[in-house]
């Protein structure tokens, strides 16, 4: 059984930071993490789920221009983990936070139970 596991998000107050990481673990990851294409998207109360970043095997990055220059997305893969470094953290940005790894296109996408973030003085 493969399984991502968020962790790391919480309160913070306005223009603060966190990191988020992601866990992977289960028999399909193994030494294949670092083949895995993985991402970070987020669902706000009342909205649709807004992708945020990605990352690829070769450690490339892309970003939505909502969180371009304020997200950062990295990878461990000796730790299986990936993380989201969100800083100047706004209200707008609260929201439950979900990894997702998919190993290619065609490939059963795997989703996170997601953490959340809440944003307030």
């Known amino acids: 059984q493969v399984q991502l596991v968020e962790s790391g998000g919480g309160l913070v107050q306005p223009g603060g930071s966190l990191r988020l990481s992601c866990l992977a673990s289960g028999s399909a990851f193994g030494s294949a993490f670092s083949l895995y294409m993985l991402r970070w998207y987020r669902q706000g109360p009342g909205k649709q789920r807004e992708y945020l970043a990605s990352i690829y095997h070769d450690s490339s990055t892309h970003y939505a221009d909502s969180v371009k220059g304020r997200f950062t997305i990295s990878r461990e893969n000796s730790k299986n983990t990936v993380y989201l470094q969100m800083n100047t953290l706004q209200p707008e940005d609260a929201a439950v936070y979900y990894c997702?790894?998919?190993?290619?296109?065609?490939?059963?996408?795997?989703w996170g139970q997601g953490t959340q973030v809440t944003v307030s003085s």
């Open positions: 997702f790894a998919q190993r290619s296109a065609v490939s059963t996408p795997i």
